[in-house]
């Protein structure tokens, strides 16, 4: 069994010694909580909690892509956001990037994320291969 670390051009890395973003442990890949930040790492994009899970959904394709997989190979979520009523735009943006058996998801309110502008946070498990039958 191999961990190998997964980098995407398009999705900024943290500083040495904080977390990965991405691992992949043979056909198993875990991408941590991806939120809106730009690739400045302050700028938040997004003012709505749609436009900032759109913004990380398409973080969790990069690197799940970067790992030889397919957003459809996402078999578990955890969406965490900052305001429960929110929850539609969320599930909206999820659709545009899914298609067939969406993944096991659970939804969570929390008082604070990273920044204040943060509305929205999701991590996610894929495993590579499984949507091709």
């Known amino acids: 069994m191999k961990k190998q670390r997964i980098q995407s051009a398009a999705v900024r890395e943290p500083a040495d010694g ?3 973003n991405c691992l992949r442990v043979d056909g198993q890949i875990f991408v ?7 690739d400045d790492g302050e700028t938040v994009l ?23 997989a397919a957003m459809d190979d996402v078999v578990k979520m955890t969406i965490f956001v900052t305001d429960m ?9 999820r659709r545009e990037f899914f298609t067939g058996d969406f993944p096991a998801c659970s939804l969570v309110e ?5 920044k204040p ?8 498990v894929a495993v590579a291969g499984c949507s091709r039958g």
Do not use: C, P
């Open 46 to 68: 997004g003012d709505t909690a749609y436009e900032q899970a759109r913004t990380v959904f398409q973080k969790i394709r990069d690197l799940v892509e970067a790992a030889d």
């Open 110 to 114: 929390v008082a604070a994320l990273a």
């Open 32 to 38: 941590s909580g991806m939120t809106a930040r730009g």
């Open 117 to 124: 502008e943060l509305l929205v946070e999701i991590e996610a």
């Open 18 to 20: 904080m977390w990965s």
């Open 85 to 93: 009523s929110d929850n539609h735009l969320v599930w909206k943006a």
